[in-house]
């Protein structure tokens, strides 16, 4: 199964749809104060089992899946404290634009996601968009999101092994 989850991950190439956009909301209170002009997006991540750890939101280049889910391949990485039932964070961008969004739960705090003998996460995780990934990782058309302005909001729903 380890190797069908690489192998899907090698083989996704990007689709011609349009990214989904990001949903708009009021900024909750990590995205306040002098941010005019400046490209950021609130990160809602639900279905969190326990404030243990971190929760580890990776930003990726939406135009770039050649990038996407590679060692160094991420444009940043932001680590705030794992919070039972839903996580808020702001996240600082580049710019307005299309980015994609991997973000797992570091139970353990070892600032890489855990795996199991055979490959597999052993921590929770999702994407952007909330694309399914029952027997593999998600295409990287499924987890592009559009982000005109700042202030938009994209909701995560975990998923637990």
């Known amino acids: 199964m380890a190797m069908a989850l690489c192998a899907a991950a090698a083989l996704a190439a990007p689709m011609a749809l ?11 209170g990590e ?13 809602e991540i639900r279905g969190v ?32 404290p794992a919070q039972s039932g ?13 980015y994609a ?5 570091d139970e353990d705090g070892s600032r890489k996601l855990t795996r199991s003998g055979i490959g597999l996460p052993t921590e929770g995780y999702g994407f952007s968009n909330n694309p399914p990934t029952i ?3 998600p295409t990287f058309s499924s987890v592009r999101l ?16």
Request: charged share 20%; proline share 6%.
């Open 49 to 80: 089992r326990n404030s243990t750890g971190l929760m580890a939101i990776t930003i990726y280049d939406g135009n770039r899946s050649d990038k996407f889910l590679r060692s160094h391949g991420s444009l940043d990485v932001v680590r705030v």
């Open 18 to 28: 349009a990214p989904a956009r990001a949903e708009t909301q009021e900024a909750p």
């Open 101 to 105: 969004i991997a973000v797992y739960h």
């Open 86 to 98: 839903t996580t808020r964070a702001c996240v600082k961008l580049p710019g307005n634009g299309v």
């Open 146 to 161: 559009n982000v005109p302005k700042p202030g938009l909001t994209s909701r995560i729903t975990l998923k637990y092994p």
């Open 135 to 137: 027997a593999s990782l």
């Open 31 to 43: 995205c306040v104060g002098d941010l005019a002009g400046k490209g950021w997006l609130n990160v």
